[in-house]
């Protein structure tokens, strides 16, 4: 045999290797192996929505990392304490005090409506 021949030959061989590669690929390698259990899918379903709160519990405090909830400093009122957050006792205000109070909760509480 010449060198020529067993060149096509082997390329013949390749040829057909390969187109046989190409057809079990395209007829085996979309499809699983074997039938999943109703098990193995519901295990499936439950690790993607436990991956999914997980990424939406990271976004979330991701989101919430730029919030401060602390009380609010005395940086902009000079010479002042810290801006009380809960309100005094009604003791320690005055009938005066009182009155003005109870007008802008009925003035809000009217906006509001």
């Known amino acids: 045999m010449s060198i020529k021949m067993q060149i096509k030959d082997v390329a013949k061989r390749l040829h057909i290797v390969l187109f046989v590669g190409l057809y079990i ?3 085996c390698g979309a499809q699983p192996l074997r039938k999943r259990s109703v098990s193995e899918v519901q295990l499936m379903h439950n690790v993607w929505e436990h ?3 997980l990424d939406r519990q990271d976004w979330l405090q991701m989101k919430l990392g730029n ?3 602390g009380s609010i400093s005395s940086a902009g009122r000079p010479g002042k304490g ?3 957050l ?7 205000l005055s009938p005066e005090q009182i009155t003005l109070d109870m007008n ?4 809000n509480s009217r906006h509001s409506h």
Request: aromatic residues 0%.
């Open 67 to 69: 919030i401060h909830t």
């Open 104 to 107: 802008l909760l009925d003035l």
């Open 86 to 92: 809960t309100p005094p006792d009604s003791k320690d």
């Open 51 to 53: 991956k999914h709160a």
């Open 25 to 27: 690929l395209a007829h």
């Open 82 to 84: 810290p801006l009380l």
